[in-house]
């Protein structure tokens, strides 16, 4: 199976952090989106290119787990890896390393599905989205019971 997996490498800023000296939850949520982002310029699925084809990719479920405290000053990466699946959303997940010593720090998972520019829930996979995945070579090697539906 081909993993696809982006990284990206932050700081902390002064703004992200609460009076604990803790970076705030919300701020976890702009991090996942960071690591789309740079996915998305790595691998050629960014959102424009969803705009170009019709549709948009909003976030429908997100998910953080916070295994130990980002404090302000530290420099971690971000892991975003592509989970396959046949169904018309895209799967992420999502691994926040300290990169001082590789602690893990946070872990995530994000679902996004496609809507129409009528804001209409797309309930097939798009065509252009299909030929990203055979590009990718993302269901190659996989035993079909392992593809998420």
């Known amino acids: 199976m081909t993993q696809l997996k982006a990284s990206k490498d932050f700081e ?14 919300g701020s976890y949520a702009l991090y996942l989106e960071d690591a ?3 996915f998305g310029a790595k691998y050629g699925l960014d959102y424009l290119n969803y705009f170009r084809h019709d549709c948009y990719a909003p976030v429908a479920e997100e998910y953080i787990r916070y295994r130990k405290p980002l404090r302000y000053g530290m420099h971690p990466r ?3 890896f592509y989970r396959p699946t046949v169904a018309a959303k895209v799967i992420f997940d999502y691994e926040i390393h300290d990169t001082a010593d590789e602690t893990l720090m946070a872990s995530g998972h994000s679902v996004q599905a496609f809507m129409d520019k009528d804001y209409q829930l797309i309930l097939y996979l798009p065509d252009f989205y299909k030929e990203w995945q055979e590009k990718w070579h993302v269901f190659e090697g996989m035993d ?4 998420i539906r």
């Not at 079909?144 to 593809?147: C, G, P, Q, T």
């Open 12 to 25: 902390i800023r002064f703004s992200e952090v609460d009076s604990m000296n803790v970076v705030w939850h």
């Open 36 to 38: 789309r982002e740079a």
């Open 78 to 80: 971000i892991d975003i």
């Open 144 to 147: 079909d019971k392992l593809i």
